[in-house]
């Protein structure tokens, strides 16, 4: 992966959208977080191959960037995070975001096949 | 010296779960000529160390994973190494029946004298709780006279404060190198780990000479849990 180029990814984006498309989108403080500070209150999400269709997409803000998808009038899909990305051989955009000590935090994925 | 067992099965959900807690048993078992069965369920897909740079992707994961979780059973010198197929972080919403029949199955065909896995409500990750809960589950099943002695690592931070003592302790001395070789095997997920374990152990620190030549488990207590 590479660190977020926001014009690259930006057009990646954009040959994606009025496509179906199936997304994996996940945020995750790790399983371990509560066991190492029983304070720490754990909380993520992940969904995977929901297959969308989405009119906008955009890119913004430095690394870590903010990653919206407009679904037709009324859904959102949104990551907030994403430090790297990757176009992969599969032609799936991958985009992910690394914290300060190299962990998964966030992951945005677009594919026109399913994820397997 | 640990005991002379006619077959093991362990039964962990991440590949490295094997390579913290049990690598030596296992290897100590291999060596004594005993068969070792490792399930492990997941390819640990959803990992998160993945560098910054990023040496992996999501998508590239578990196929490092899967090499990894081989080198690890080549280190310990294991040749019975089942994948079963499940995903990181969905196994507590598989079917408990299933999860249980999966177990059954898998404890029929190896017909082990003990099963090492992690002790129910003591264990941490919620695929540990869930793997934990259908062993014990599919052993407690079992006509008591045929049960395989069930040994289950337990490290929540609550364990000797509700459990006590561990029952066993598998002295793991002499492969100690073997135990080190299974976790550098799974270098994605133990970098981080083990940089500051070498360098412990270079120190003679006792608490991470006692972490690496001691295994401990807790027999199941099936009046107490889960059936």
């Known amino acids: ?116 | 010296m640990i005991e002379q067992e006619n077959h093991v099965l362990v039964v962990f959900p991440h590949p490295d779960d094997e390579a913290f807690g049990v690598s030596g048993t296992i290897a100590s078992h291999i060596k004594n000529g005993t068969g070792v069965t490792y399930a492990c369920l997941t390819l640990g897909q959803m990992g998160r160390n993945l560098g910054n740079p990023p040496f992996a992707t999501r998508e590239s994961l578990p196929d490092i994973r899967k090499k990894e979780l081989k080198a690890a059973a080549d280190a310990m010198g294991l040749t019975d190494l089942r994948m079963m197929g499940l995903r990181d972080k969905t196994v507590e919403f598989e079917d408990d029946e299933y999860m249980v029949e999966m177990m059954e199955s898998l404890i029929q065909e190896t017909n082990p004298s003990l099963v090492i896995t992690f002790y129910p409500d003591y264990c941490v990750h919620p695929d540990h709780e869930a793997t934990a809960r259908a062993v014990v589950r599919a052993v407690h099943r079992m006509n008591e006279s045929d049960r395989p002695k069930l040994h289950c690592v337990a490290f929540a931070n609550n364990t000797a404060e509700e459990l006590g003592e561990p029952d066993v302790i598998n002295d793991v001395t002499d492969v100690m190198d073997v135990k080190l070789n299974a976790m550098r095997a799974h270098i994605s997920q133990t970098a981080w780990m083990l940089e500051d374990l070498e360098k412990r152990l270079g120190e003679n620190d006792p608490e991470a000479i006692q972490w690496v030549t001691q295994e401990r488990f807790f027999e199941y207590r099936f009046d107490q849990g889960y059936k």
Not at chain 1, 21 to 43: C, M, P, Q, R
């Open chain 1, 1 to 116: 992966m590479e660190p977020v180029k926001i014009d690259d990814v930006q057009k990646l984006i954009n040959s994606f959208a009025n496509k179906e498309v199936y997304i994996h989108l996940e945020t995750t403080n790790g399983s371990y977080a509560s066991h190492f500070d029983e304070k720490f209150f754990n909380a993520g999400a992940f969904i995977r191959n929901a297959k969308v269709e989405y009119e906008l997409g955009k890119i913004i803000g430095d690394p870590p960037s903010r990653v919206g998808l407009k679904l037709g009038d009324l859904g959102w899909i949104y990551a907030q995070g994403i430090t790297h990305y990757e176009l992969d051989d599969k032609g799936r955009l991958l985009m992910a975001g690394h914290d300060h000590q190299g962990k998964l935090a966030v992951s945005l994925q677009i594919s026109e096949t399913p994820f397997e």
